[in-house]
């Protein structure tokens, strides 16, 4: 129970990996309603950021735990002017970055993330999700040498996949064996498959460079994909009630070893509504947080599952349970080990 802090926010997103690669860090989180939490301290410290937000964010940090920028999905600004594209992207001093409007994204729970370009300390890549207002998978490039070290965002929107392509909201990324690229994990839903995406980016750019067929076919827009503390392993979860867990190699980029806890459900409707999952930092532990349901549904859970188990379906423990007026989030783990799951609305 003790590593689970409940925290009443809107969704957030933290930066790139749980793990500390080389000069970026997730120590600084900005979500939610003006939210933000800085963990480089041994006391986390709360501060507020530009966020008004309900969708997706993504902040990055240097090792020294300074803030560089982040970005949010539902930018109301944009919203009010008619505009579709609703990513926004925010400086260090929490004002709109130069250029940093009008990038796809438009308002769901984990699509976006930054990753910094190998052998770079200037730019970053900026992952976007297109699910409801421009389907496809993007990304644009911020070059933090520009304007004072503020930052500008110097190209926007850049296509990886067409429209054809409806990118799931839980893209992720984990860092490559070789210690300098990274690895970029996404989902088509537009129709019932079980195809992993693998980009990787390096020094020359982002490629797609190759796909896995693993698991579950499934038709689902919330496909979310945790690494774990190391990033051996990532779990995966839908709101329709897939849960599994695989060992992840850094080196090949490919997965193996699913552990299947749960399938998703084809029938009766409702659909479980799993939210996310995370795993413990030492990996024998998954966490699985739930929504209510239906209308009729009064209540939102924290599940633990125990992954050392023969049988890790039949080791599902209730930690946490809410009231529906709550309605219960993602889980993150953060830099002080303890997983913070955070509140829908």
């Known amino acids: 129970m003790n590593k689970i802090k409940l925290l009443c926010i809107i969704y957030f997103l933290a930066c790139i990996s749980k793990t500390t690669f080389g000069q970026f860090t997730n120590n600084v989180w900005c979500f939610g309603d003006s939210a933000g939490i800085d963990f480089s301290n041994t006391n986390p410290s709360t501060f507020a950021s530009s966020l008004v937000v309900r969708g ?9 735990g300074q803030l560089l920028f982040y970005a949010q999905t539902f930018y109301e600004p944009l919203w009010s002017q008619g505009y579709i594209n609703l990513t926004a992207v925010w400086n260090k001093q929490h004002q709109l970055m130069q250029n940093g409007d009008s990038i796809v994204g438009r308002g769901w729970y984990k699509e976006l993330l930054i990753v910094p370009q190998p052998g770079n300390d200037s730019l970053y890549y900026l992952f976007t999700a ?11 490039v911020i070059d933090m040498s520009q304007n004072g070290g503020l930052g500008s965002v110097v190209q926007k929107n850049i296509q990886l996949q067409d429209s054809t392509f409806w990118a799931n909201d839980g893209i992720t990324a984990i860092k490559h064996g070789n210690g300098r690229d990274w690895w970029i994990i996404v989902r088509d839903w537009s129709n019932f498959n079980n195809t992993f995406y693998f980009y990787i980016v390096t020094p020359s750019g982002v490629i797609l460079n190759h796909t896995q067929n693993i698991g579950d076919t499934v038709q689902s827009s ?6 774990s503390n190391d990033c ?5 979860v839908t709101n329709k009630g897939l849960l599994s867990v695989y060992n992840f190699n850094r080196c090949s980029g490919y997965l193996s070893n699913e552990i299947s806890i749960e399938h998703e459900a084809v029938s009766p409707i409702p659909f479980p509504w799993y939210v996310d999952c995370e795993l413990s930092p030492n990996d024998s532990l998954l966490y699985v947080s739930k929504a209510k349901s239906s209308s009729t549904d009064t209540m939102n859970f924290v599940f633990q599952y125990n992954l050392n188990d023969p049988n890790p379906t039949a080791t599902r423990d209730t930690l946490f349970s809410i009231p529906q007026q709550v309605i219960g989030g993602l889980l993150e783990l953060a830099p002080d080990n303890k997983i913070y799951w955070s509140c829908w609305y």
């Open 222 to 227: 919330l496909f979310h994909i945790e690494p």
């Open 232 to 236: 051996s392993k990532i779990s995966c």
């Open 130 to 140: 297109g699910v409801t207002s421009l389907n496809g998978f993007f990304y644009s």
């Open 56 to 64: 997706s964010c993504a902040s990055i940090a240097d090792t020294s």
